[in-house]
């Protein structure tokens, strides 16, 4: 494996294509972590048509570059507090609920992506994309009218003197729900730590499985027992914090308490297991992350737009950075440009999310992070969609093979690796 002795932004070669794609990366990062989705819709087909990257090196970097926007979000978020609630603003209870299947469906996904054929993937990301970007959008509308109703409520109620000289700061965090003086926490504090190691040790169980899963055969016993070990793993500490939320749930309601942010009953959580898993068999299947499909879930479940945003993001970070080391330990990538794209990605996100929560603080409006989802997610139906689209009448014309392929085939290892989707 080659490893670069000189400092890796020595190795780069700028021209106008980087200028443009990094540009493309800034922008897609910021939007996409301040909507809670990875942004790999846009970094994709950025790396490929504008840069020139082949398909395998777009997919890998773009990987990377997922992975520094979770993390560098997740970092930011750590220290937020709740708009209405005395908690963080990331979901822990939400996200160990969501996080052992997503991987689990990931790894179900990228199976099904070697099986499937590209034309197949293709109409699937169409759909999937058009459905939740819509649905996303609608649901966007809905809170504007409400926040309007109250913002005119708000004003209507300071002009009568009800509440005396306002400032439009004052009146905004009302419309948000949070308190006048939000209350502040260490980082210690603000961080729920078991929660957090629960979900470190789920995060390393799946790395290590992925790892030794790269030295058997495709198809051999092996390989469908460490596939099949996942299986347990995820359902186990799915089913371990159903119980603990529910019992929780049953203190809290025998003594009048509303201490959570979404409603904790038994199928509003087999509904929140089973769309993580579909999230995440999507997102193998089709090269994401899942964050297209848990954002929109969590706003249908309820949760409000910061904590739906923070807590998507939050899970995408353990997904994604399996997928990068998953790739340096396969060679897969260019290591500078990937170093490269990856601080742009890292930098945006943080610009995108400080810009955002002022932007949403100013206009007194969360459901500005609704229309920025389902934009960003419209925006990769088209730019994937398009790119498959022009894949799919390249092989039409060269009359190439574009039925179901053979997982077990002698190349069944390096299409495998090649399509892996973490």
Not at 119 to 135: C, E, Y
Request: glycine share 10%.
């Amino acid at each position: 494996m080659q490893r670069y002795a000189v400092p890796w932004f020595l190795e780069l070669k700028i021209g106008w294509t980087i200028i443009v794609g990094s540009l493309i990366a800034f922008f897609g990062a910021a939007f996409g972590s301040a909507g809670g989705v990875g942004a790999g819709g846009i970094f994709v087909p950025m790396l490929t048509l504008v840069i020139g990257f082949d398909a395998k090196s777009s997919a890998a970097i773009s990987k990377c570059m997922i992975m520094g926007l979770s993390a560098a979000t997740a970092c930011f978020n750590l220290r937020q507090r709740h708009p209405t609630l005395n908690r963080p603003i990331i979901d822990y209870d939400l996200a160990l609920i969501v996080q052992p299947m997503l991987l689990l469906g990931i790894s179900i996904g990228v199976t099904l992506n070697v099986i499937f054929a590209n034309w197949m993937v293709t109409i699937l990301l169409i759909i999937a994309f058009l459905g939740t970007s819509t649905r996303s959008f609608f649901k966007g509308v809905e809170m504007w009218k409400k926040e309007t109703i109250k913002k005119k409520e708000s004003a209507q109620h300071v002009k009568s003197g009800g509440g005396g000289e306002s400032s439009g700061g004052e009146i905004n965090r009302s419309l948000l729900g949070g308190p006048s003086e939000p209350h502040k926490v260490s980082l210690a504090e603000n961080v729920n730590w078991k929660q957090l190691w629960i979900l470190v040790t789920v995060w390393l169980t799946f790395l290590a499985i992925q790892i030794v899963k790269d030295f058997t055969d495709t198809c051999s016993l092996a390989f469908w027992v460490l596939n099949l070990l996942q299986i347990p793993v995820a359902v186990g500490v799915t089913l371990y914090q159903a119980i603990k939320l529910i019992r929780r749930r049953r203190v809290a309601d025998n003594l009048m308490e509303d201490t959570e942010d979404w409603e904790v009953r038994t199928p509003q959580l087999i509904f929140c297991a089973l769309v993580s898993l579909l999230a995440g068999t999507l997102g193998g299947l089709l090269g994401l992350g899942g964050g297209f499909l848990l954002g929109p879930m969590f706003l249908e479940m309820g949760i409000i737009p910061q904590v739906s945003s923070a807590t998507a993001t939050f899970v995408m970070t353990f997904s994604a950075s399996i997928c990068a080391i998953e790739y340096y330990l396969l060679d897969r990538f260019p290591v500078p440009y990937a170093t490269y794209l990856t601080v742009i990605a890292i930098v945006a996100s943080i610009v995108g999310q400080y810009v955002v929560k002022k932007w949403i603080a100013r206009a007194g409006r969360a459901s500005l992070i609704v229309f920025i989802l389902s934009t960003i997610i419209f925006a990769s139906a088209i730019l994937l969609g398009g790119e498959g689209i022009v894949d799919m009448i390249h092989k039409i014309k060269h009359n190439e093979y574009m039925g179901f392929e053979d997982l077990c085939s002698s190349g069944g290892d390096e299409e495998l690796t090649r399509r892996l989707a973490f």
